[in-house]
């Protein structure tokens, strides 16, 4: 009996993946390694990267077709924090559907929205002696959420009289989506340079990366040194500048490179210094990912725009949100039209995305998240010791629920293997054929597990990464 039935699933699954290669087109893919030998669509599994159907999710596991079950190591592109299928977070979608499923946020509001802004404004940085996180703009995206930024801090001078600042700053190695606007604040070359004809000009500034310090040089002196950089650039520059664009801590696709909270201390003078705004894109930072609920928390300072999304509905629904303060609020207050803030999407501040998005705050109260956060953080930290110690690995560091793994040849932090050996390929098909998801970036090997993920499965996680790197690296 149960062989027919696993015999039906696994028909299931092949013919999943040919009708998926048939008709879907997928983000950031070369689509042409998920075809064997110049097929078209067919067994996968012989794929230089293999497609999996996945038809489940249960805590941090996602169950494909075939009954096989992953350890998604990385959340889901960041987005998933209390697990999948969190049941509260489902009843409250579900609820919120038999109520309200959508309506347009312009001149109609609904109490989700409402009670998710109190919640965010509430929650969100602080620091004294300056004016609050006081209005919450809703996007639908990461990206959208930036553009937000971008454009509010624009306009914001633009109606003060001073259009002529409509520079950027940003950080060499950060990344801030895929739209064009912020794709032009981003530095991540595999993304940018195609599409670099068509990007606004920014300022890029040195990254404080801890990675890149000097030997014997601190974290803290080499984000010192940074933000000595950037304030020659301003000193240079700033009368052009409306804004500077960072990720807190922590930038995570360009590699999951840390940096030292002083650095953003400095930031912050350097943006009061010469006039300008403060962006925090705490897109992947936000909601306890590196320790606190965020980032900036940790430097005792607060941005004047902050944009979060990722693990805002605990990775059920997609929804964004830029924060700005009442000051740049203000600023668009008036009779006329054109100096209001006239962006917008179909899917602003979509009730079932505000409805997890408060589902999901209230786990972190109910759970005390943060707090079991710490003991699963030094667990983390615990288990990455034995693999620091693997050849071949030049770095092993941690920022909260983020532990990073980055490969060297002979963990030589000098000689990184030739790109054509593609050791993260392999290492990401070694991990997955031991139930695993880790998607490395580049020769970057990372765990950013949903926060729910047990001892069991973290102790399981560490054994198969140790595999996965020594496999990967064996005959590199
Ligand atoms: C993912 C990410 C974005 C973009 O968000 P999308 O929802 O993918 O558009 C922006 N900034 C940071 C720091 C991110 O990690």
Not at 221 to 241: I, K, N, P, T
Not at 323 to 351: C, K, M, V, W
Request: net charge negative.
């Amino acid at each position: 009996m149960s062989n027919v039935v696993h015999v039906d699933v696994m028909i299931a699954e092949r013919d999943l993946v040919a009708r998926d290669l048939a008709a879907v087109w997928h983000p950031c893919t070369q689509m042409r390694e998920h075809f064997s030998d110049g097929a078209a669509g067919d067994g996968s599994r012989d794929a230089l990267l293999p497609l999996v159907p996945v038809v489940r999710g249960e805590g941090a596991w996602l169950v494909d077709a075939d009954g096989h079950r992953y350890l998604d190591a990385v959340s889901s592109w960041w987005t998933n924090i209390h697990g999948h299928g969190e049941p509260r977070i489902a009843a409250a979608i579900a609820e919120q559907a038999r109520t309200l499923e959508h309506v347009l946020l312009a001149g109609f509001t609904h109490p989700s929205a409402i009670a998710l802004a109190e919640q965010l404004l509430a929650r969100a940085p602080r620091q004294a002696g300056r004016d609050p996180l006081a209005k919450v703009f809703y996007a639908d995206n990461g990206s959208a959420a930036v553009e937000v930024a971008l454009k509010m801090a624009f306009h914001w001078f633009r109606n003060r009289g001073e259009p002529e600042r409509r520079k950027f700053v940003a950080l060499h190695n950060g990344y801030h989506g895929e739209t064009l606007g912020a794709l032009a604040v981003g530095d991540i070359p595999l993304y940018r340079r195609i599409y670099a004809p068509l990007l606004a000009e920014a300022i890029f500034a040195p990254s404080p990366d801890a990675y890149a310090a000097r030997p014997g040089q601190t974290a803290e002196a080499c984000a010192l040194e940074a933000a000595d950089v950037l304030a020659s650039l301003l000193d240079a520059h700033g009368q052009e500048v409306c804004a500077l664009i960072v990720e807190p801590l922590l930038q995570c696709a360009g590699g999951m490179r840390m940096h030292h909270p002083a650095y953003l201390g400095r930031v912050r003078e350097l943006c009061d210094a010469h006039g300008i705004f403060l962006i925090a894109d705490e897109i992947a930072t936000g909601f306890g990912r590196t320790g606190t609920l965020f980032a900036c928390e940790q430097a005792g300072i607060q941005p004047d725009l902050m944009c979060v999304s990722k693990g805002l509905t605990g990775g059920f629904m997609p929804l964004a949100a830029t924060l700005a303060t009442q000051a740049i609020y203000d600023g668009f207050l008036d009779d006329s039209r054109e100096r209001a803030f006239l962006h917008s999407h179909s899917y602003t501040g979509n009730p079932l995305g505000c409805a997890a998005g408060l589902a999901s705050l209230a786990i972190f109260d109910q759970d005390d998240v943060l707090e079991r956060n710490r003991t699963t953080a030094e667990r983390m930290g615990k288990l990455a010791k034995d693999i620091a110690t693997l050849p071949h690995v030049a770095d092993a560091r941690q920022c909260g629920m983020v532990v990073a793994f980055e490969l060297g040849r002979d963990g030589d932090r000098a000689t990184p293997f030739d790109p054509s050996l593609r050791v993260g390929l392999q290492a990401y098909r070694a991990a997955l054929a031991r139930g695993v998801v880790l998607r490395p970036l580049g020769d970057i090997l990372y765990w950013m597990p949903p926060y729910c993920i047990d001892d069991a499965a973290l102790a399981q996680l560490a054994d198969i990464t140790a595999a996965t790197i020594r496999e990967a690296t064996a005959c590199a």
